[in-house]
C-alpha cells in the first residue's frame, strides 16, 4: 500500500521560507508517473502549486514561480518542495500526491502553512 505522509509545515513571517517534505512508503518514487504539490486555502479549492514528472521536468502556477522549488530525491524516497519569499497568501494546508498511472493517485494527509506576522 502505497502512502505520503507531509511534514516541514509551520508558521513563518513574511518573507521567510520553508521546505516541504513528502515521504514515501509502499512504492518506489521513480516508478510514480509523476507528483506534485498542492494547496487549499480555507473557502478556496484545492489548487496544484507545482509538479515534477517522472524525468524530473517539472511546472510550476504562476504565483509560484521563482519562488518555489519542487525537487525529488529517488535514494530517500522524499518529494521535496522549498519555498522562498513566502507571503499571507501562500498560507494555505499543502497536500502532497503522486499519480501512479492508470487513473490511480495517493494523496497525502497535508500540512500546515501559516504566513503571518
Known amino acids: 500500500q502505497v502512502q505520503l505522509v507531509e511534514s516541514g509545515g509551520g508558521l513563518v513571517q513574511p518573507g521567510g521560507s520553508l521546505r516541504l517534505s513528502c515521504t514515501v512508503s509502499?512504492?518506489?518514487?521513480?516508478?510514480?508517473?509523476?507528483m506534485g504539490w498542492h494547496r487549499q486555502a480555507p473557502g478556496k479549492q484545492r489548487e496544484l502549486v507545482a509538479g515534477i514528472s517522472r524525468d524530473k521536468s517539472t511546472s510550476y502556477r504562476d504565483s509560484a514561480k521563482g519562488r518555489f522549488t519542487i525537487s525529488r530525491d529517488n535514494t530517500k524516497n522524499t518529494l521535496y518542495l522549498e519555498m522562498n519569499s513566502l507571503k499571507p497568501e501562500d498560507t494555505a494546508v499543502y497536500y502532497c500526491?503522486?499519480?501512479?498511472?492508470?487513473?490511480?493517485?495517493?494523496w497525502g494527509q497535508g500540512t500546515q502553512v501559516t504566513i503571518s506576522e
Open positions: 509502499g512504492r518506489d518514487i521513480s516508478s510514480f508517473v509523476s
Open positions: 500526491n503522486s499519480y501512479l498511472g492508470s487513473a490511480r493517485y495517493v
